[in-house]
């Protein structure tokens, strides 16, 4: 079986400070890993795609990939109370047609 | 901006009954998804939808089915409902890569 495994949280940080979530995946072959965000009774949306090994930075976003250790990480600088939601680690499991496969993802809370 | 808008907000249906779940993109995307989201699972992908009239199994698409007449329009289908299908449908839409734009979900109860 496939598997991305996240932390389920929650992860309390107050607001200011870095938030870090981490995510594991099973399949060495995953090449796209992707970060959605999704707020209490909204559905998900993309804040952070990664294709290559290192960092990708985006605003105060950075996606982290480290193929070797099959892991990625997103950190969210200066947090805000506004950050808090779920979020949701997706990785393309290569099976002829490319799907993602999600992680259960980690609640984030942002104190202020 | 990408707009995937699925018919219903909230549906109640009975045990049995024949349910139809309803998507609609309008970025002319080649590929569209249906998933279910539940507490502690996450996401899981039900069936997807690479072209008209094409559909594929996801992970676990027992006891739906779907319908893609035209390109637009993505439809899930439970056969007969039953109380282990309540849950949160999720649809998706997406353009040659996995990159997925989501509706803003149907919340099923089915009683």
């Known amino acids: 079986q496939k598997e991305v495994e996240q932390n389920s949280g929650p992860l309390s940080v107050p607001e200011g400070a870095i938030a870090s979530l981490n995510c594991t995946y099973s399949d060495r072959g995953s090449q796209s890993f992707f970060w959605y965000r999704q707020y209490s009774g909204k559905s998900p949306e993309l804040i952070m795609s990664i294709y290559s090994n290192g960092d990708k930075e985006d605003g105060r976003f950075t996606a982290q990939l480290n193929k070797a250790s099959q892991y990625v990480s997103l950190l969210i600088r200066d947090s805000q109370p506004s950050d808090s939601a779920t979020y949701l680690c997706?990785?393309?499991?290569?099976?002829?047609?490319?799907?993602?496969?999600f992680g259960t993802g980690t609640r984030l809370l942002v104190s202020p | 901006d990408v707009k995937v808008t699925q018919s219903s907000r909230y549906l109640v249906k009975r045990t049995g009954e024949k349910v139809f779940l309803e998507c609609v993109q309008d970025m002319d995307h080649e590929n569209m998804f249906w998933y279910r989201q539940d507490p502690g699972l996450g996401l899981r992908l039900i069936y997807f939808s690479y072209d008209v009239k094409m559909k594929e199994k996801g992970d676990i698409p027992e006891g739906y089915s779907v319908s893609r007449e035209k390109k637009e329009r993505f439809s899930l289908i439970l056969e007969s409902a039953s109380t282990n299908q309540t849950s949160m449908y999720l649809c998706a839409s997406s353009l040659g890569s996995v990159t997925a734009f989501f509706g803003q979900g149907t919340r099923l109860t089915v009683v």
């Open positions: 997706a990785v393309n499991m290569v099976e002829g047609f490319q799907k993602l496969v």
